[in-house]
């Protein structure tokens, strides 16, 4: 094997969108020589699509609006399956993230007296999401490549290199977390223009990578989200927490077909948007779960006046966290009373003057004209839920970012499990980013300046590359096994068995069925194969990314068929309740090899097991800040007691 480029860091960060490069600011600042690499170009990561904004409880919409309430929001939208402590952090930071950016340069909306501006969302009891129109995402990463390239020139003025203590690798693929022993070692990775192979050693390294999305077919997410991150993980020994609770958010574009999936944000609700069904009926009055039943209006005229005076009235059923409202427009759907198309409706044309639309929702507006040729000012949009965003990740320490079971190893952002329960509030993901991308950066510089170092073994460089090569020799491996299988097509049956069958309703005997549909994916995709050359290949690409969503999809199956009951984005079909006894049970995955050998790193080989672990019980001065009526819903008699 020819010799692969080696370069040493202190900290590696993989993933530059909100949570990778607010690690990789931190980590740097803190003085770890520190390197970001990317799949995308730097600047078009998943975070530039947020667009409803970003949740803090900075109190300026609603002076009653403190992190406790943003704590309480939190862990009723996951439905106190959150790692308490991730969601006590998350609330008391989030504030000070937010003001951190704007002194970085964030052009925030304001509020008439100059304030940063705060909108609602569902399932936050103020309004809480400081926002830039509908576009808060392309600001907060606008802002922190801004302050990276800041250090950089800090950096050249000290060093006469600008990329001597922080460099970003863009478009290059890391595919997998080098070890040395039990601890992190580095990482291994091709340029995409080139195929040309590299390696990153450091002690220490954060991932930041998102989603999972694209193992679904119906998604509002980028082809970025392939579960990279998720699975790197799993390869490198660490366990994945919680992985059934997926979130398909209530409104994606559903007409046309190109673009089904497409997010409708939920800025269209917050700032006065209603759902109806084709006999024009306001349905979600139908569907508040008695969980809820208090804090959301009985009538359509209650609802109304919330929006000028949240005080005195309860909330749009509209604004239920996004579970309870994908659910009803599944069952209106399924009850044949949807849209043309297969959705419902989502109205604001009958509610804001069109200025006032052009104004708050500005991509919105230019979304439904170009890819839909629907007037929003005009006519109601069509919407259906859409696969968006996966709350199981990485098991992480709270306070840390750590990942557990391998020394060295953080994770932060999406590609982290635990901060969002069975559920993420709308507005929860930017906030998550910022407070845990600085902790994360800041732990792992800590943890570099204090490791030793040793080169990376050359067998395990030359595994990596020999592993990445292997779909342009599809054509020799196995000649009984069948021809070389396209990636495409792969792709393709893994979506749908996705969509199909460990999707929004969820049912035993389809989930059992999809397991052995994937089994069958994972064995047939080491057969993947590919023509051409390394330069820039989608398809080896593509054939690369594969290995990653099956094994996360599988982890999701095993799971969700594991949980027998429905709890935020997990629900079943047989087991259509919440059932208090699984509130205090967190399901990790593992790959293992039962023979005890070296498969445990193999993705073909390795065997995805289930375990499940006790939560830990809520700290108690945190519990007390809800009522003992509404933590009856929801905790064990035993932990009640306790
Ligand atoms: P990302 O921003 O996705 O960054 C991941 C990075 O990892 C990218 O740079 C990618 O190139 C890199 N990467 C991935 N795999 C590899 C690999 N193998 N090697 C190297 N690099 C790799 N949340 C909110 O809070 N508010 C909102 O208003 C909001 N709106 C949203 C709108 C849309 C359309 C979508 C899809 C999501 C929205 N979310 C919102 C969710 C939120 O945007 C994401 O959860 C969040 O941006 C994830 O950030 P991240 O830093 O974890 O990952």
């Given at each position: 094997m020819a010799a692969v480029e080696r370069q040493q860091w202190?900290?590696v960060v993989v993933g530059?969108?909100?949570?990778?490069?607010?690690?990789?600011?931190?980590?740097?600042?803190?003085?770890?020589?520190?390197a970001v690499i990317c799949k995308s170009?730097?600047?078009?990561?998943?975070?530039?699509?947020?667009?409803?904004?970003?949740?803090?409880?900075?109190?300026?919409?609603?002076?009653?609006?403190?992190?406790?309430?943003?704590?309480?929001?939190?862990?009723?939208?996951?439905?106190?399956?959150?790692?308490?402590?991730?969601?006590?952090?998350?609330?008391?930071?989030?504030?000070?993230?937010?003001?951190?950016?704007?002194?970085?340069?964030?052009?925030?909306?304001?509020?008439?007296?100059?304030?940063?501006?705060?909108?609602?969302?569902?399932?936050?009891?103020?309004?809480?999401?400081?926002?830039?129109?509908?576009?808060?995402?392309?600001?907060?990463?606008?802002?922190?490549?801004?302050?990276?390239?800041?250090?950089?020139?800090?950096?050249?003025?000290?060093?006469?290199?600008?990329?001597?203590?922080?460099k970003?690798f863009q478009e290059c693929t890391v595919t997998r977390i080098l070890k040395d022993g039990d601890r992190v070692g580095g990482v291994f990775g091709y340029v995409r223009e080139s195929g040309r192979f590299f390696v990153l050693e450091a002690p220490?390294v954060?991932i930041?990578t998102?989603?999972?999305?694209?193992?679904?077919?119906?998604?509002?997410?980028?082809?970025e989200?392939t579960g990279d991150g998720h699975a790197l993980a799993l390869l490198a020994g660490a366990?994945?927490?919680?992985?059934?609770?997926?979130?398909?958010?209530?409104?994606?574009?559903?007409?046309?077909?190109?673009?089904?999936?497409?997010?409708?944000?939920?800025?269209?609700?917050?700032?006065?948007?209603?759902?109806?069904?084709?006999?024009?009926?306001?349905?979600?009055?139908?569907?508040?779960?008695?969980?809820?039943?208090?804090?959301?209006?009985?009538?359509?005229?209650?609802?109304?006046?919330?929006?000028?005076?949240?005080?005195?009235?309860?909330?749009?059923?509209?604004?239920?966290?996004?579970?309870?409202?994908?659910?009803?427009?599944?069952?209106?759907?399924?009850?044949?009373?949807?849209?043309?198309?297969?959705?419902?409706?989502?109205?604001?044309?009958?509610?804001?003057?069109?200025?006032?639309?052009?104004?708050?929702?500005?991509?919105?507006?230019?979304?439904?004209?170009?890819?839909?040729?629907?007037?929003?000012?005009?006519?109601?949009?069509?919407?259906?839920?859409?696969?968006?965003?996966?709350?199981?990740?990485?098991?992480?320490?709270?306070?840390?970012?750590?990942?557990?079971?391998v020394?060295g190893l953080?994770?932060?952002?999406?590609?982290?499990?635990?901060?969002?329960?069975?559920?993420?509030?709308?507005?929860?993901?930017?906030?998550?980013?910022?407070?845990?991308?600085?902790?994360?950066?800041?732990?792992?510089?800590?943890?570099?300046?204090?490791?030793?170092r040793v080169p990376v073994a050359e067998e395990q460089v030359d595994s990596a590359a020999a592993e990445a090569l292997r779909p342009f020799s599809a054509e020799g491996l196995e000649p009984?096994a069948?021809?070389p299988e396209?990636p495409?097509?792969l792709?393709?049956?893994?979506?749908?068995?996705?969509?199909?069958?460990?999707?929004?309703?969820?049912?035993?005997?389809?989930?059992?069925?999809?397991?052995?549909?994937?089994?069958?994916?994972r064995t047939r995709a080491r057969r993947a194969g590919v023509e051409g050359h390394r330069q820039f290949n989608p398809g080896w690409h593509l054939a690369l990314d594969l290995r990653n969503m099956l094994l996360v999809?599988?982890?999701?199956?095993?799971?969700?068929?594991?949980?027998?009951?429905?709890?935020?984005?997990?629900?079943?079909?047989?087991?259509?309740?919440?059932?208090?006894?699984?509130?205090?049970?967190?399901?990790?995955?593992?790959l293992?090899d039962?023979?005890?050998g070296l498969a445990a790193t193999d993705p073909v080989r390795g065997?995805?097991?289930?375990?499940?672990?006790?939560?830990?019980?809520?700290?108690?001065?945190?519990?007390?800040?809800?009522?003992?009526?509404?933590?009856?819903?929801?905790?064990?008699?035993?932990?009640?007691?306790?």
């Amino acid at each position: 094997m020819a010799a692969v480029e080696r370069q040493q860091w202190d900290v590696v960060v993989v993933g530059a969108g909100g949570a990778g490069l607010r690690a990789a600011i931190e980590a740097r600042e803190r003085g770890a020589r520190t390197a970001v690499i990317c799949k995308s170009l730097f600047g078009k990561a998943h975070t530039v699509m947020a667009e409803g904004g970003i949740a803090a409880a900075m109190a300026n919409a609603n002076p009653h609006d403190t992190w406790q309430v943003h704590f309480r929001d939190t862990m009723r939208g996951g439905k106190f399956l959150n790692q308490w402590r991730m969601a006590e952090l998350h609330a008391q930071e989030a504030p000070d993230r937010v003001w951190e950016l704007e002194t970085w340069g964030a052009l925030f909306d304001r509020t008439k007296d100059g304030r940063i501006s705060q909108r609602n969302f569902g399932g936050h009891e103020y309004p809480r999401l400081a926002h830039v129109g509908d576009r808060t995402g392309l600001e907060l990463i606008r802002t922190l490549q801004q302050k990276i390239v800041a250090l950089q020139q800090e950096d050249h003025r000290e060093t006469g290199d600008y990329e001597s203590r922080l460099k970003v690798f863009q478009e290059c693929t890391v595919t997998r977390i080098l070890k040395d022993g039990d601890r992190v070692g580095g990482v291994f990775g091709y340029v995409r223009e080139s195929g040309r192979f590299f390696v990153l050693e450091a002690p220490a390294v954060v991932i930041a990578t998102g989603g999972i999305g694209k193992s679904f077919k119906v998604t509002s997410n980028s082809w970025e989200y392939t579960g990279d991150g998720h699975a790197l993980a799993l390869l490198a020994g660490a366990p994945l927490l919680n992985m059934e609770f997926v979130q398909f958010h209530p409104t994606g574009m559903v007409w046309p077909p190109s673009v089904k999936g497409i997010l409708v944000t939920e800025s269209v609700r917050g700032d006065g948007g209603v759902l109806r069904n084709s006999d024009g009926k306001r349905f979600m009055f139908d569907y508040i779960p008695d969980v809820f039943k208090e804090k959301y209006a009985e009538t359509e005229e209650e609802a109304d006046r919330w929006y000028d005076d949240p005080d005195d009235n309860r909330r749009p059923p509209e604004l239920l966290p996004r579970d309870e409202v994908a659910r009803a427009i599944n069952s209106e759907v399924k009850e044949g009373r949807g849209s043309p198309h297969g959705g419902v409706f989502l109205d604001v044309s009958t509610r804001m003057p069109a200025e006032v639309i052009k104004r708050r929702l500005p991509s919105m507006y230019h979304q439904f004209k170009e890819l839909a040729d629907v007037d929003i000012t005009a006519e109601a949009m069509e919407v259906g839920p859409t696969c968006h965003y996966v709350m199981g990740g990485i098991a992480v320490d709270s306070d840390t970012a750590a990942a557990r079971g391998v020394p060295g190893l953080f994770a932060a952002g999406e590609v982290a499990g635990g901060m969002h329960g069975s559920n993420r509030l709308g507005g929860n993901s930017l906030s998550d980013l910022l407070v845990f991308g600085r902790r994360a950066g800041g732990y792992a510089a800590e943890y570099a300046a204090a490791a030793t170092r040793v080169p990376v073994a050359e067998e395990q460089v030359d595994s990596a590359a020999a592993e990445a090569l292997r779909p342009f020799s599809a054509e020799g491996l196995e000649p009984d096994a069948g021809p070389p299988e396209n990636p495409y097509t792969l792709h393709q049956e893994l979506q749908q068995t996705m969509n199909d069958l460990v999707g929004i309703i969820r049912r035993a005997p389809e989930m059992e069925q999809a397991l052995e549909k994937l089994a069958e994916l994972r064995t047939r995709a080491r057969r993947a194969g590919v023509e051409g050359h390394r330069q820039f290949n989608p398809g080896w690409h593509l054939a690369l990314d594969l290995r990653n969503m099956l094994l996360v999809s599988e982890c999701v199956a095993r799971a969700a068929l594991e949980r027998t009951e429905s709890r935020g984005g997990h629900t079943r079909e047989d087991f259509p309740s919440m059932d208090r006894a699984w509130r205090s049970v967190n399901l990790l995955c593992r790959l293992t090899d039962p023979t005890g050998g070296l498969a445990a790193t193999d993705p073909v080989r390795g065997q995805i097991d289930l375990v499940r672990e006790t939560t830990e019980p809520i700290r108690p001065d945190l519990l007390a800040l809800f009522e003992k009526e509404e933590l009856v819903k929801y905790l064990a008699d035993e932990e009640l007691y306790e």
